[in-house]
C-alpha cells in the first residue's frame, strides 16, 4: 500500500494549545496537502507545500516537509473548539495530466474548552 | 472557489439493487475526477480515476464491474454501485481536479446497504 501514517492517531488538547500533527509517506512527491474533514463531512484543504518548499505558513497553520526523510507535520497554534475534526495529509503523484493523491491515516483533533 | 456537488448526500437501500452517485462540478470543467471510499474512522482510498470520455482506471483490488464510472461531460461523472451489499456500505466522496492543480473535493455521499 502506498497509504502514509499518520501520528498521533489521535490527539486531545484544551483551547489555546497547539496541535501538532506528523505525516510519513513512502514514495517520492510532487507536493504534499493538509486536509481536514468534520465528522461525516467532506474534505477542505488546508495547505499544500511543493518538494522544493520547506515550511509554509498560512494564519495559524505551519506545515514543514522534510522530503530526505519522506514527512511532513502540521502545527495548529492557539486551538480552538472549532478545530475538532480529522486531519489528512495527502501525497500527490503526477498521473500524466492529474495528480492522484494518496491520503495518510489522519489524526483525530479534539480540542476542548 | 471551485465548488463540486454530490447527489445524494445519503442513500439507503436493499441489497442486491444498483445505486448511482453523481458528481458534479458546477463552475468549471474537469477532464479528470476521482472516486474515493472512506469506511468509518478510517481514511480516503482512491478508487478510481474518472477520465471525460474514456474509460475510468481502477486502482489495485477495485472492481470495475462493480463500480460503474462513467464521465460523459466535463461536469458530471458518475459512480453505480452495482448488486450492492451491506459490505459496500461506505461514504463515498468525489473530488474533480481544477487547472491550479488543485483537487476540490464534494461533499461525499453516504450509503448504506440494508
Known amino acids: 500500500s502506498q497509504q502514509g501514517e499518520e501520528d498521533p492517531q489521535a490527539l486531545s488538547i484544551q483551547e489555546g494549545e497547539n496541535a501538532t500533527m506528523n505525516c510519513s509517506y513512502k514514495t517520492s512527491i510532487n507536493n504534499l496537502q493538509w486536509y481536514r474533514q468534520n465528522s461525516g463531512r467532506g474534505l477542505v484543504h488546508l495547505i499544500l507545500?511543493?518538494?522544493?518548499?520547506r515550511e509554509k505558513h498560512s494564519g495559524r497553520l505551519r506545515v514543514t516537509l522534510d522530503t530526505s526523510k519522506k514527512s511532513s507535520s502540521l502545527l495548529i497554534t492557539a486551538s480552538r473548539a472549532a478545530d475538532t475534526a480529522s486531519y489528512f495529509c495527502a501525497t500527490a503523484r503526477n498521473t500524466g495530466t492529474a495528480s492522484k493523491l494518496t491520503f495518510g491515516t489522519g489524526t483525530r483533533l479534539q480540542v476542548t474548552l | 472557489g471551485a465548488v463540486v456537488s454530490q447527489h445524494p448526500s445519503w442513500v439507503i437501500c436493499k441489497s442486491g439493487t444498483s445505486v448511482k452517485i453523481e458528481c458534479r462540478s458546477l463552475?468549471?470543467?474537469?477532464?479528470?475526477m476521482f472516486w474515493y471510499r472512506q469506511f468509518p474512522k478510517q481514511s480516503l482510498m482512491l478508487m478510481a480515476t474518472s477520465n471525460e470520455g474514456s474509460k475510468a482506471t481502477y486502482e489495485q483490488g477495485v472492481e470495475k464491474d462493480k463500480f460503474l464510472i462513467n464521465h460523459a461531460s466535463l461536469t458530471l461523472s458518475t459512480l453505480t454501485v452495482t448488486s450492492a451489499h451491506p459490505e459496500d456500505s461506505s461514504f463515498y466522496i468525489c473530488s474533480a481536479y481544477g487547472l491550479s492543480n488543485e483537487q476540490y473535493f464534494g461533499p461525499g455521499t453516504r450509503l448504506t446497504v440494508t
Open positions: 507545500i511543493r518538494s522544493n518548499e
Open positions: 463552475d468549471f470543467q474537469a477532464t479528470t
